[in-house]
DNA sequence: CCCGGTGATTTAGACGATTCAAATCGACCT
DNA sequence: AGGTCGATTTGAATCGTCTAAATCACCGGG
């Protein structure tokens, strides 16, 4: 009792395979008679397309891979959320792999993916010249790269981080901060550097800032605790008053390792996180925040991709960047803090 | 310059097809020199094998699907890390499906899984009872419900929901508690009413205790702070003393509110959440927590899977079922919070 | 009554990997 | 020289779907 095929609904339905082939892809060349019987066949035997075989005969795939670094982190949900809108209108599917912030995790996911034939892939690398990435390009398999800025022949999609860096290091040092510091990790990825880049830039520009450097290997919500634990046990006249995280749920981690140890936010330390997440504003200190826009992101990579298939060969790889936004709430702002 | 294929591997090496598949699949019945030929033919040519033509000719797919309500949640995300750990052994795929407790986008992603047919799907329903399933598993493609106790012919992994609210309920009272809330939902979830259910019945035990209803419709960290910001408005008289919710996001958002509003956690307010996340024990006051063996629960149910399409027509159907464990944390513990 | 259309349907290969019966090749034995 | 056995390799068929080309039925015009 295997799933019917094609060949079943033909005989059941008095046509030939080629009939049924066309009810499926060019109803309106088939009979309206025709098409009820077929119709009927098909619901009486339950027949569902084989994709493995649509795959082979047209020889392109119509899934697409998204790997991201941490599906538990709600900016690479929101940017899948972008990335599906899109794929759904095409009438294709996001495949959804979570590399977790490893490199083997994710040659392995790209290998699968890549034995898939799909049709382009989504990536938030590790490393954006892993060499792993760059024969699979070169084989063929189109790759837009995905919250970070390629420097050669792909397409990509990002926001610029530097200035992320910049936002967060003026706001800081506007408020009158003077030790300041930053936590992300790990500094090899290229979003990391950049922010840490731009907050060291504007650090250097205004002269008297002290900041540190705390790296952590996964930006999770418990690593910011951890962080946050060593911050808050410094004694107060060395410990930093500002506090720039490389993303929220590290923030939170560290907003929370705060409220533990009896710190007042922002008053004892203002904290600055990153991607502007949801639950970011629904802290228990609204939490100031770079946004950048996920969603947007992600619908704008599928759209690349999307072009990048279709045009072949005549398409130019192109990068778009985005302009982040600082939003400053409590967390970062004597002012507003009642 | 497409992919070559295993024709063109066979030319390069000067040998026939069948020899390339040997090579790949029973390398060693292919002598020693050819094999060699053969790999250096592979490498020159970068070939990769076409994934969708062996699920064609092998008429089975190496791919399965894992449809969850919330990747955003550690609690799946865990989960999946079990199944994926038994997968990669298995040399099987996961392809995880985020159905956000939508109905409309499980359907859709069951839709896709069927067409690409997986060997076998893996799902947390938003309705175990859902004839888009029955049909599903009617046509061949073995389901396991995870999370959820399957009533008919289906294997299932669970954890007894309802003695997780039946402990939860248990230590409220027992901690003097006479007014409490259950927020949760759907409350057609059957994992939320069986939650439900646990705690109502230990209340109905004990007399004289008031237990309040507040349905979400979707259990994550925003949610919880709406209600908690409901809760926390109430006068103080009437006010629930102690809150059990449905999962660590809620329960995690709802502390948040209550910090907020300036509530001291536990001492006016008892919370005691579910999943035991690892955020849960790292959270501003660490969380209480009914504790479900999420990554056991994955490697569980893809091994039930596995035995069900390897021993195809003699498989019996299973239904595992673990007990959940209540973590008592300072949330809800007089003694311990200072 | 035959010809040319037109619209509907059928036929006949691909697509790439796997499998298995059959062919090939040596080496060895008698 | 003929035969046998084992180790390798080959060739063809197959999986389900799609498409281009071919076929068929039927109609009206000449």
Chains 1, 2 share one sequence.
Request: hydrophobic letters at 45%.
């Amino acid at each position: 009792m295997a799933t019917p095929s094609i060949k079943e609904v033909a005989r059941q339905a008095g046509v030939s395979v080629g009939t049924v082939s066309n009810f499926l892809n060019r109803p309106s060349i088939v009979a309206p008679a025709t098409r009820k019987r077929v119709q009927e066949s098909i619901d009486a035997l339950g027949f569902v397309r084989n994709e493995a075989a649509r795959h082979l005969r047209a020889g392109k795939s119509r899934t697409v891979g998204l790997v991201v670094l941490d599906v538990t982190n709600p900016f690479f949900t929101d940017l899948a959320e972008g990335a599906e809108a899109l794929a759904y209108a095409h009438d294709t599917v996001v495949m959804l792999c979570n590399s977790k912030t490893d490199p083997v995790r994710e040659g392995h996911h790209l290998d699968q993916l890549e034995q898939q034939r799909v049709m382009g892939i989504l990536i938030t690398p590790f490393d954006s010249r892993d060499p792993r990435l760059t024969a699979l390009v070169d084989r063929g398999t189109p790759v837009v790269l995905v919250d970070r800025t390629a420097d050669r022949g792909l397409c990509s999609v990002s926001v610029d981080d530097q200035l992320g860096g910049r936002l967060a290091g003026n706001h800081l040092i506007e408020a009158g901060h003077r030790r300041i510091a930053f936590i992300g990790g790990p500094f090899t990825m290229q979003q990391v550097a950049d922010r840490k880049e731009g907050i060291t830039a504007v650090v250097e520009e205004s002269g008297e800032v002290d900041l540190r450097f705390y790296e952590v290997d996964v930006m999770g919500a418990v690593q910011g605790r951890a962080v946050g634990e060593r911050i808050a046990a410094l004694p107060a006249r060395s410990r930093p008053t500002a506090a720039f995280l490389a993303n929220d749920l590290l923030a939170l981690g560290f907003l929370q390792a705060m409220a533990a140890a009896g710190l007042r936010v922002p008053r004892d330390m203002a904290i600055v996180g990153y991607d502007d997440i949801d639950f970011a504003g629904a802290a228990a200190v609204p939490l100031s925040s770079v946004r950048q826009p996920a969603e947007l992101l992600g619908r704008t990579a599928m759209e690349l991709l999307q072009e990048e298939v279709e045009s072949a060969e005549r398409h130019r790889h192109r990068q778009v960047i985005f302009q982040p936004d600082l939003i400053v709430r409590d967390s970062s702002d004597h002012q507003r803090r009642r």
